[in-house]
């Protein structure tokens, strides 16, 4: 089950970031705290943290952006998600915090592309 379900839009996450957020600090007020990495959709879900309130819970925002290896621009995709993550922190008056790139891949490949190596 992830967080991001149609019906919750990352709420019920939301809240368990701040909780989390809030006994980092009381424990060690210099802890860097960060979301949990959001992966596809990431604007989507850049979105909704912000809308549910995150972003006074999060340190820098992490992000899991993963692009298709057969795209024909991956870069420029890349490039449009990030200024688009820009934009909604922009947005909610959090345009100085960083963005982290925690983890970079890409989806499973479909079956036809992959090759039995084994």
Known sequence: VYW???KDRLKHYSKLLELS????????PNAFVL???LAQPVIEDTKNLYENGAKN???ALSIHPFMDPLSPHPQKEFDEMIVAV???MSTYGDSEKKIWIT????????PWFRQDIG
């Open 86 to 88: 820009k934009n909604i």
């Open 4 to 6: 991001s379900g149609p």
């Open 57 to 59: 819970f999060m340190d």
């Open 103 to 110: 983890e970079m891949g890409c989806p499973g490949a479909e």
């Open 21 to 28: 957020y809030q006994a980092a600090k009381s424990a060690n």
């Open 35 to 37: 979301n949990g990495g």
